[in-house]
């Protein structure tokens, strides 16, 4: 009963948001709108206020990032062990662009819009300070190993100066960076500005989970679904369970934070590693359905993480 209390409130928002932009009410024009509204201005607000007002010396700790992040590693490189041996054809096989993004696929979590609101529900707003932690180095992380691994094998036209630029630019980088200032230099904001931006910030977790509900629609699962299975078992299931055995077992994490980590980890498929896939021009059918199947599988996956967890 205590996990479907957690879980039940984010479901009824993901799905509302899929019903309204299925039936018409939302278009993608609209959906394009609050996407930008959340994460260029609400998002942002969340994230700046909740990092300047953490405890630094309990969200920084190199026992936990090592815990998330040696997994995460590991299963990059399982993904692009599984594309390059088991799916990928003879001719394409060596294909480097290609492996890393199904590497990418079963590593990267949307740890904004869904890592953040089953933390808050399920263990309280007091233990996202390390999410904000993890989450700064994430995309950035992926992403270049994406591009590096992938430069291997192909020479396409990629600007690493174009890179940093849009990965320092990056709006949750760009704002928990502000709230990391603010709570080191100990700058406090002024009662209205900091009023102004609570209310900014108050419709974040709802719009990001509407948001993904309605993005949800536009993404489809092909005939060929079985890549896009094996990238959202990898995801869902292995990488949350690799992580559990690092935090436990390895680090000898206590046990809040570990749960933090294995929820984050647990998160489905991002939607940027499409991006990412659609940019590179490799692998865009397997993301979109991984992006789907993770994230309707993931109803599943968060209840069993969850009754191992609490």
């Known amino acids: 009963m205590q996990i479907f209390s957690i879980i039940f409130p984010l479901i009824f928002i993901v799905a509302l948001g899929y019903t309204c932009c299925y039936f018409k009410f939302f278009n ?3 959906i394009a709108g609050l996407s930008k509204f959340t994460f260029y201005v609400s998002l942002p607000a969340f ?4 990092m300047s007002q953490i405890n630094l010396h ?3 700790s190199l026992q936990a990032f090592l815990s998330f992040y040696i997994p995460v590693l590991a299963v990059f490189a399982l993904g692009i062990l599984i594309d390059r041996y088991c799916l990928t054809k003879q001719e394409s096989a060596g294909n480097y662009q290609q492996h890393s993004v199904f590497g990418l696929a079963g590593s990267y979590s949307n740890m904004v819009l869904v890592g953040i609101p089953i933390v808050i529900a399920s263990l309280g707003k007091d233990m996202i300070a390390i999410a904000f932690m993890i989450i700064t180095f994430h995309s950035t992380l992926l992403f270049a190993l994406t591009y590096l691994i992938g430069a ?3 020479t396409a036209d990629f600007s690493w100066t174009k890179f940093a630029k849009n990965m320092i630019l990056n709006p949750i980088v760009l704002s928990i960076g502000c709230g990391l200032l603010l709570n080191v230099s100990g700058i406090t904001l002024f009662a209205n500005l900091a009023n102004a931006l609570e209310l900014l910030a108050s419709p974040a977790i709802a719009c990001a989970l509407f948001v993904l509900g309605a993005n949800l629609v536009f993404y489809k699962v092909a005939a060929n679904w079985q890549p896009a299975l094996i990238s959202s078992l990898l995801k869902i299931l292995v990488l949350p369970a690799a992580v559990y055995v690092a935090a436990t077992w390895v680090f000898a994490l206590d046990t809040q934070i570990r749960n933090v980590l294995v929820l984050l980890s647990a998160s489905p498929v991002g939607v940027n590693a499409y991006l990412i896939a659609s940019q590179l ?4 059918v397997t993301l979109a359905g991984a992006v789907v199947l993770s994230t309707v599988l993931s109803v599943v996956s968060f209840s069993l993480w969850l009754a191992v967890l609490l």
């Open 47 to 50: 994230l700046m206020l909740n």
């Open 28 to 30: 993608q024009q609209h």
């Open 281 to 284: 021009n490799t692998h865009q």
């Open 58 to 60: 309990q969200s920084i």
């Open 152 to 154: 291997k094998g192909n």
